[in-house]
């Protein structure tokens, strides 16, 4: 993935496009990201400018047209941190008529999910994604642990223990995804 959504839109199209074709021509899938909207300890504040960075279903229809893979829609998902589970608030609206201007052309991939609770993450695949995005959430229980212990214990269990908890993270979230025995 190649993320240029610091780029104004049509400079970012125009990219998308020929990074697109380039990397087609290399047997490469590519993934493109039409807004951005960056989350802070306190959560997202300035809600106000917030409509104007998600994605709508035309944007979404333009991106696809470059003839990328995968398409990660701005919907209300933030990077980083929420700032508290009040305040995910995502349009599934929005999302589902992004849904139909891509339907065919491009999968739908999930950024931005930090603290999500499991019936939004189910919400969103419901809604259409096909891939989702974790960090925190299958990586709080390593780091909280190896935050604690570094120096405690030695290193082979410090490794041990924060790779068991990394998979018992992510097999959760298999299990909530749906993608458990579906390899
Ligand atoms: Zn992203």
Redesign the pocket.
């Known amino acids: 993935m190649v993320?240029m959504?610091h780029y104004e839109k049509a400079e970012n199209l125009e990219k998308t496009q020929r990074i697109t074709r380039m990397l087609h021509d290399k047997g490469i899938a590519t993934e493109a990201?039409p807004g951005?909207i960056n989350g802070g300890e306190d959560g997202v504040k300035d809600t106000g400018d917030l409509e104007g960075l998600l994605t709508t279903a035309e944007e979404a229809g333009e991106f696809v047209d470059t003839g990328i893979d995968f398409l990660?829609p701005a919907f209300g998902n933030v990077?980083g941190n929420y700032g508290g589970v009040e305040n995910i608030r995502l349009d599934f609206e929005r999302l589902e008529k992004i849904r139909a201007a891509t339907k065919g052309k491009a999968q739908l991939v999930l950024?931005?999910t930090n603290t999500f609770p499991d019936a939004t993450m189910q919400g969103c695949i419901k809604g259409g994604m096909t891939r989702c995005?974790v960090n925190d959430l299958v990586l709080h229980k390593y780091s909280k642990y190896v935050a604690e212990n570094t120096g405690k214990v030695p290193l082979t269990e410090l490794m041990g223990t924060g790779t068991d908890l990394i998979q018992e993270l992510i097999e959760y979230q298999m299990d909530i995804m749906g993608s458990t025995g579906k390899a």
């Open positions: 993320d959504s990201e951005r990660a990077h950024h931005g995005n």
